[in-house]
Structure formats: structure tokens, C-alpha cells
T-cell receptor, first 110, second 112 residues
């Protein structure tokens, strides 16, 4: 069966520090991969999606970047965090039908 | 551009009640619609998936319906329990390879 791993679950980082959130998928090949951010009480904002290794599409301009170094690995990064980067980040993968989500990372920038 | 709306934003019911959550979308040209559950501070768990050719899907006490022509889907929860308390989100996918659009969710509280 397919599983998706996302870590860490929580993270507190100072302003100006770098960020690296990792997401890996097991049990499937060539998945579509996504990074979302969710504001409190709101729906999901798509940040990046990838249809293959090295193929990244950005949905909104921001202080973040994404990379896909391997088929089932998706990384969300920042060189210098801003206070406004605080939020709940979710990784997801989809088949031709359904979408599946990781457990999320609560990022607090202080 | 697809827009997905979920009303109400919050709902509180006593245990045992049957309830309906609503999801509406503006563009009826969809590939499928998926309902998710999200517990506080957690990721999304898929509940039901309805393909565009289907009218409804059932899983246990949950039943999801789809009316593409009117741009609506409902999630029916029978005999609600406190453990059903969570936020429920719907997501509409435009094509098999398209990106889904999510509603903001309905936060359900079932009181014992």
C-alpha cells in the first residue's frame, strides 16, 4: 500500500534561518507531488507541484522553493525564513484519481 | 477559475443526529470530487471519492452525493458521534492530471 511520510511534525525557527522540510512517498512510482500551506481555519493554498524529477511548478510567488531530487522525494526549502512563512505545511501525492496527504508540519518562525 | 465553497463554516450538533455538509463549485466540468477529514493539527484523510460519472458513494455511516449540473456535493453523516468532530473539506479535480481546488472546510462539533 502507498504511504507518505512528512517530517518534522513541528518546527520553531528564528527569522532569517534556512528551512528544509522533507516528504517521501512509498509504494508508488512517478507520483504527482504537492506542497500546500494551510492558514488557520482556512482551506489549502497550493505552493508547488511536481509531475516528475526536477520538474517543479510554482503557484504563488514567495520566499520558498521546492525540489524533487528523486522520484518519491519532495523538499520544501527557504534560504531565509520570514515571520510570514509561519503556517501549517502539507505534502501530498496523487494518482490519476485520489490525493493522499502527509501529517503536516507546523512551522513557527520567531 | 474554479471556486469551491463550503457552507456553513462551522456546525455544532448533539450526538445521534443525522447531518449534511455542503460543497458547491462554480465549474461543473470536473473529473472527480473528494471529501477529506482533518483533525486539529493533522493532515487530511480521504473519506470518499466520487468520479464525475457517479452520483454517490457510501462508506459506513458516510454518504457523499454529486450533482454536477448544479455544482453541488453533499456529505451525509448518519447517527453522528463525538468522534466525528473534525473539519471536513471537499476538493474538486478538473482533469485526471489536474490540480484540485479545495474548499475552506466545515468544522463539525458533535456534543455528547
Amino acid at each position: 500500500s502507498q504511504t507518505i511520510h512528512q517530517w518534522p511534525a513541528t518546527l520553531v525557527q528564528p527569522v532569517g534561518s534556512p528551512l528544509s522540510l522533507e516528504c517521501t512517498v512509498e509504494g508508488t512510482s512517478n507520483p504527482n507531488l504537492y506542497w500546500y500551506r494551510q492558514a488557520a481555519g482556512r482551506g489549502l493554498q497550493l505552493l508547488f507541484y511536481s509531475v516528475g524529477i526536477g520538474q517543479i511548478s510554482s503557484e504563488v510567488p514567495q520566499n520558498l522553493s521546492a525540489s524533487r531530487p528523486q522520484d518519491r522525494q519532495f523538499i520544501l526549502s527557504s534560504k531565509k525564513l520570514l515571520l510570514s512563512d509561519s503556517g501549517f505545511y502539507l505534502c501530498a501525492w496523487s494518482s490519476n484519481t485520489e490525493a493522499f496527504f502527509g501529517q503536516g508540519t507546523r512551522l513557527t518562525v520567531v | 477559475k474554479q471556486e469551491v465553497t463550503q457552507i456553513p463554516a462551522a456546525l455544532s450538533v448533539p450526538e445521534g443526529e443525522n447531518l449534511v455538509l455542503n460543497c458547491s463549485f462554480t465549474d461543473s466540468a470536473i473529473y472527480n470530487l473528494q471529501w477529506f477529514r482533518q483533525d486539529p493539527g493533522k493532515g487530511l484523510t480521504s473519506l470518499l471519492l466520487i468520479q464525475s460519472s457517479q452520483r454517490e458513494q457510501t462508506s459506513g455511516r458516510l454518504n457523499a452525493s454529486l450533482d454536477k449540473s448544479s455544482g453541488r456535493s453533499t456529505l451525509y453523516i448518519a447517527a453522528s458521534q463525538p468522534g466525528d468532530s473534525a473539519t471536513y473539506l471537499c476538493a474538486v479535480r478538473p482533469t485526471n492530471a489536474g490540480k484540485s481546488t479545495f474548499g475552506d472546510g466545515t468544522t463539525l462539533t458533535v456534543k455528547p
